[in-house]
């Protein structure tokens, strides 16, 4: 077994235990903390597939920045007790219902694409996920949608602003 | 020598390197702790610590035992692993910075050749971001498992405050990096290095400037220390945590003071560039050359550790508000400006 490999599923059992854990835990905090420990497995896939950029972006904003904000409200909420209200029975049979139609929906889709069977990902080699040809191509031949979405952002903002601003 | 197709000698090569960083930053750590005593005590006018060894110089280690052999407590409120996790992660963040820091040029050793850098990474400077973004956690986990209302508050302080900061610290950065064109430590070094060429300071003066403060901010530093403001919330996030767990909270402070300035250092003055020495007259220095960059870059953080010092002891804290404020309503139009003229001016000079 190759280094890329044993990394490769060590990076992938992280994630999906992580995954679990952050449903599973009792306490708000500790799912939070699991779901950082979700982005680091993810940020690691990355590195594997040469995606430099988008591996560390993934930690600045998602385990930097959101997530803190997450751990404020949760630790500023005081939601740190172990038992949870239990909810009722038809909530329970709704959500499992619910969930698996999602399930359903993905694995369908997963079925169906065919463009990516018999592929393999290309590990550490290639330069698409480098800086510097992400950036050539994002103001080139993506530059009018990634205009749109900055605007798009600007107003969410600015919308934020007005609303979380008193009377 | 390859198993598992990875070079061995490299493997064990950088495994040395990594060793002789850390060990270096402690060591570095260690005694700025003792160089911010004795700095206190010259601006104070008093003798300072002078009892252990000669000049006092042993009292680190002093320091240290004391820590180490001093109760442990663990609060019966809190969280126990989240408890112990905080001090450990504050630790590993500041010291995970060190691995795309070009501390010197390339040495030969035994036939091999070595760069002093344990990663040149396409993404250095965002790596940096993104670990610096992770400190915030140490000082969170820590402040909400202690189960402590000052401490809780001196944790949203913090985090606040570095959050806050580190958007002014990107945004200065990102006028630097217009100039340089890359976001490689050891390309931006090489630049600066380049003869004609002047140290990015010169270039970027508010962008230095705009990032010294924010580093301030970043490291808690006097005068932005309200994380740990003892008039007001008793000691901080750090309150219930007694001996090494405490010592790793402080410990991690000074790494972070010794790593922020390594990164100024780094960026705006040349890194391991001698001053006014042409390097590529003397290549057949060899390794003399090398260790004498590693010795330029070592007295450059010197001086800024030293400046950190002297900013602690002079200017008060900050009130939390004017910390805000300063934050997003100097720091942060400052630094958009500072991008926007630098882009106008690069144009202009393609032009």
Same mark, same amino acid.
């Given at each position: 077994?190759?280094?890329?490999?044993?990394?490769?599923?060590?990076?992938?059992a992280?994630?999906?235990?992580?995954?679990?854990?952050?449903?599973?835990?009792?306490?708000?905090?500790h799912?939070?903390?699991w779901?950082i420990?979700?982005?680091?497995a993810?940020?690691?896939?990355?590195?594997?597939?040469?995606?430099?950029?988008?591996?560390?972006?993934?930690?600045?904003?998602?385990?930097?920045?959101?997530m803190v904000l997450?751990?404020f409200?949760?630790?500023?909420m005081?939601?740190?007790?172990?038992?949870e209200p239990?909810?009722n !029975?038809?909530?329970? *049979?709704?959500?499992v219902?619910?969930?698996?139609?999602?399930?359903?929906?993905? %694995? +369908?889709? #997963?079925?169906?694409?065919?463009e990516i069977?018999?592929?393999?990902?290309?590990?550490?080699t290639?330069?698409?996920? !480098?800086?510097?040809? *992400?950036?050539k191509?994002?103001?080139?031949?993506?530059?009018v949608?990634?205009? %749109? +979405?900055? #605007?798009?952002?600007?107003?969410?903002?600015i919308g934020?602003?007005?609303?979380?601003?008193?009377? | 020598?390859?198993?598992?197709?990875?070079?061995?000698?490299l493997?064990?090569?950088?495994?040395?390197?990594?060793?002789?960083?850390?060990?270096?930053?402690?060591?570095?750590?260690?005694?700025?702790?003792?160089?911010?005593?004795?700095?206190?005590a010259?601006?104070?006018?008093?003798?300072?610590?002078?009892?252990?060894?000669?000049?006092?110089l042993?009292?680190?280690?002093?320091?240290?035992?004391?820590?180490?052999?001093?109760?442990?407590?663990i609060?019966?409120?809190?969280?126990?692993?989240?408890?112990?996790?905080?001090?450990?992660?504050?630790?590993?963040?500041?010291?995970?910075?060190?691995?795309?820091?070009?501390?010197?040029?390339?040495?030969?050793?035994?036939?091999?050749t070595?760069?002093?850098?344990?990663?040149d990474?396409?993404?250095?400077?965002?790596?940096?971001?993104?670990?610096?973004?992770?400190?915030?956690?140490g000082?969170?986990?820590?402040?909400?498992?202690?189960?402590?209302?000052?401490?809780?508050?001196a944790?949203?302080?913090?985090?606040?405050?570095?959050?806050?900061?580190?958007?002014?610290?990107?945004?200065?950065?990102?006028?630097?990096l217009?100039?340089?064109?890359?976001?490689?430590?050891?390309?931006?070094?090489?630049q600066?290095?380049?003869?004609?060429h002047?140290?990015?300071?010169?270039?970027?003066?508010?962008?230095?400037?705009?990032?010294?403060?924010?580093?301030?901010?970043?490291?808690?530093?006097?005068?932005?220390?309200?994380?740990?403001a003892?008039?007001?919330?008793?000691?901080?996030?750090?309150?219930?945590y007694?001996?090494?767990?405490?010592g790793?909270y402080?410990?991690?402070?000074?790494?972070?003071m010794?790593?922020?300035?390594?990164?100024?250092?780094?960026l705006?003055?040349g890194?391991?560039?001698?001053?006014?020495?042409?390097?590529?007259?003397?290549?057949?220095?060899?390794?003399?050359?090398?260790?004498a960059?590693?010795?330029?870059?070592?007295?450059?953080v010197?001086?800024?550790?030293?400046?950190?010092?002297?900013v602690?002891?002079?200017i008060?804290?900050f009130?939390?508000?004017?910390l805000?404020?300063?934050?997003?309503k100097?720091?942060?139009?400052?630094?958009?400006?500072?991008?926007?003229?630098?882009?106008a001016?690069?144009?202009?000079?393609?032009?």
């Open positions: 077994m190759a280094i890329t490999e044993i990394i490769f599923w060590f990076l992938s992280l994630a999906v235990i992580s995954a679990i854990m952050v449903v599973l835990s009792k306490s708000p905090v799912s939070v903390l779901l420990a979700v982005f680091f993810i940020s690691g896939h990355y590195v594997l597939l040469n995606a430099q950029f988008i591996a560390i972006v993934n930690i600045i904003v998602y385990a930097g920045a959101i997450f751990l409200v949760l630790m500023l005081n939601l740190n007790k172990e038992t239990q909810k !029975l038809w909530m329970k *049979l709704t959500g219902v619910s969930g698996g139609c999602l399930l359903i929906i993905l %694995i +369908s889709l #997963v079925r169906q694409a065919t069977k018999g592929k393999i990902a290309v590990t550490k290639g330069d698409i996920g !480098l800086i510097k040809v *992400l950036g191509e994002l103001f080139s031949s993506y530059v949608p990634f205009e %749109i +979405s900055s #605007v798009l952002f600007l107003s969410a903002m934020a602003v007005v609303i979380g601003k008193k009377d | 020598m390859t198993l598992l197709s990875i070079d061995w000698f493997f064990f090569e950088k495994l040395i390197l990594i060793a002789v960083i850390i060990f270096a930053s402690l060591g570095i750590a260690l005694y700025t702790t003792f160089a911010e005593r004795k700095v206190a010259i601006l104070q006018d008093r003798p300072g610590p002078n009892r252990a060894g000669p000049f006092g042993f009292q680190p280690f002093a320091d240290g035992l004391k820590l180490i052999m001093k109760e442990e407590i609060p019966n409120n809190s969280n126990k692993f989240l408890f112990v996790l905080g001090p450990a992660l504050a630790m590993v963040a500041a010291l995970m910075t060190c691995a795309v820091i070009p501390w010197g040029d390339k040495i030969v050793a035994f036939g091999r070595v760069a002093l850098q344990i990663a990474i396409n993404i250095g400077i965002l790596y940096v971001f993104g670990v610096v973004s992770l400190g915030v956690y000082i969170m986990i820590g402040g909400w498992a202690s189960n402590n209302k000052f401490s809780l508050l944790a949203l302080r913090g985090a606040s405050q570095a959050i806050s900061y580190e958007l002014a610290m990107g945004i200065s950065l990102i006028a630097l217009m100039i340089t064109g890359t976001l490689q430590l050891g390309e931006i070094v090489k600066q290095m380049q003869p004609g002047f140290w990015n300071v010169v270039y970027q003066p508010l962008g230095f400037l705009l990032f010294l403060v924010c580093a301030f901010a970043e490291c808690n530093r006097t005068p932005f220390d309200l994380p740990e003892e008039n007001e919330l008793n000691f901080g996030y750090h309150q219930e007694s001996s090494m767990k405490l790793f402080l410990f991690a402070e000074y790494i972070n010794f790593i922020s300035s390594v990164i100024m250092a780094t705006f003055f890194g391991y560039d001698i001053p006014f020495f042409d390097e590529t007259k003397h290549a057949d220095w060899g390794n003399w050359l090398a260790l960059g590693v010795v330029c870059l070592m007295i450059k010197v001086i800024f550790i030293f400046f950190f010092m002297w602690r002891w002079t008060p804290r009130r939390y508000d004017q805000m404020k300063l934050g997003w100097t720091m942060l139009p400052l630094a958009l400006l500072n991008m926007l003229i630098t882009g001016v690069i144009l202009w000079l393609k032009k």
